[in-house]
């Protein structure tokens, strides 16, 4: 497909569980961003890729938090011992080269995560 | 940490009227974006300013970002159902590359 996509789109786990949920970005996009979004609020900054690396990753919560990109496309955002705070929809979002600061941000519709 | 204020948080009009949502900040930003979301989907860009002052208009909607560039404003003239929507401002500080997003306008238009 041409845009961002997440699975799964829905999860639903029991506390203390460990869970991933994967993103797949635009090709060509070289940034990559994790975002959560709890119920009536605006995204919140998670992690932030430039290519394979983790340019600022100051919004993981926690260390239960982690995210990957070891290709440079492909992401997975990671939570152990999942809580029930956790609940939330965790949303991905991609932007092409050279968009620095003004960049649009093309976003997935996102991994709607539970925690029991 | 840089936060931005919306307002008003929840909207419900009639189908026509006009209608005009805030975006405030104590902070600087070097631009600002405004993105609608729907239900089960992720945020959509409606637009991005980049200059203090700057006064950009889509179709009915129209985009101010503030001559200090600490704030903006999003209005719409004659209200449609259609507008109907979650609408997010989010700001770009100098130097990063990440968005911090504001808290949304739930707004309703009602037929």
């Known amino acids: 497909g041409a845009g961002v996509s997440q699975t799964p789109s829905n999860k639903v786990t029991e506390k203390g569980k460990y869970v991933e949920l994967r993103c797949d970005p635009i090709?060509?996009?070289?940034?990559l961003y994790w975002y959560r979004q709890s119920l009536g609020q605006g995204p919140e900054f998670l992690i932030y890729f430039q290519g394979t690396g983790a340019a600022d990753d100051s919004g993981l919560p926690n260390d239960r938090f982690f995210a990957v990109r070891p290709e440079g496309s492909v992401s997975t955002l990671k939570i152990q011992r999942t809580e029930r705070g956790d609940s939330a929809v965790y949303l991905c979002?991609?932007?092409?080269?050279?968009?620095?600061?003004?960049?649009?941000?093309?976003f997935g519709e996102g991994s709607r995560l539970t925690v029991l | 940490t840089q936060l931005l204020e919306q307002s008003p948080q929840f909207l419900s009009i009639q189908e026509g009227e006009n209608l005009t949502v805030y975006c405030n900040s104590s902070s600087v930003f070097s631009s600002l974006q405004w993105y609608r979301q729907e239900p089960g989907e992720g945020p959509v860009l409606l637009v991005t300013v980049v200059t203090g002052g700057e006064v950009k208009k889509l179709k009915r909607l129209t985009f101010q970002f503030g001559d200090a560039r600490k704030d903006s404003s999003l209005h719409i003239t004659a209200a449609q159902p259609g507008d109907t929507g979650l609408y997010l401002c989010?700001?770009?500080?100098?130097?990063?590359?990440?968005?911090?997003f504001g808290q949304g306008t739930r707004l309703t238009i009602n037929p």
């Open positions: 979002a991609s932007s092409p080269p050279g968009t620095r600061n003004t960049g649009e941000l093309f």
């Open positions: 989010a700001g770009a500080a100098w130097g990063a590359q990440k968005l911090v």
């Open positions: 090709s060509g996009h070289t940034a």
